[in-house]
């Protein structure tokens, strides 16, 4: 969970030296910084009334908010993305390259491709044919097992 934490409150601070310069420059541009301003309170909030052993002191606190800016880094580009760190660390536990992982990864975006109107009938055919194949999947399933359970008895 601390990980998660240490991510989230990462994803909030200044990508580019760019985003650093808005932020001084623009007054109103600053909703990055606000969010951190936010997840800060929150998470101090929560880790300080939680579990006293895990931060028992401000210093322990401290040490978390310092590991959380450690992760990104505007100048270099493998770490300016807090996107490019989590799929690093992925793949790293996966065995996999970077690219290796991505190129394995699907979204709904690979499967659906795009989307459309369907009027009410169809969509009751469509959703008539999901249940059907859902109740075909399901005997299956139950014969598999009758017959796996079959082959242990004997």
């Known amino acids: 969970m601390l990980k998660i934490l240490r991510y989230t409150l990462a994803s909030s601070f200044p990508e580019t030296k760019f985003d650093k310069v808005k932020m001084s420059v623009i007054p109103f541009g600053e909703r990055r910084a606000l969010i951190g301003k936010f997840l800060t309170a929150t998470i101090n909030r929560t880790l300080l009334n939680g579990d006293t052993r895990r ?3 401000e210093k322990s606190l401290d040490d978390f908010h310092a590991q959380a800016r450690s992760i990104k880094c505007p100048s270099d580009g493998k770490t300016r993305h807090v996107s490019k760190v989590i799929v690093h660390e992925i793949a790293v536990l996966t065995g996999k390259s970077d690219h290796g992982y991505l190129a394995s990864c699907m979204t709904t975006a690979d499967l659906a491709t795009h989307t459309r109107y369907c009027d009410r009938a169809e969509w ?3 959703v008539d044919d999901i249940l059907e194949t859902e109740r075909t999947i399901a005997r299956d399933i139950s014969r598999a097992r009758e017959t796996l ?3 242990t008895d004997v």
């Open 55 to 57: 931060f028992p002191s």
């Open 149 to 151: 359970h079959q082959m």
């Open 124 to 126: 009751d055919t469509m």
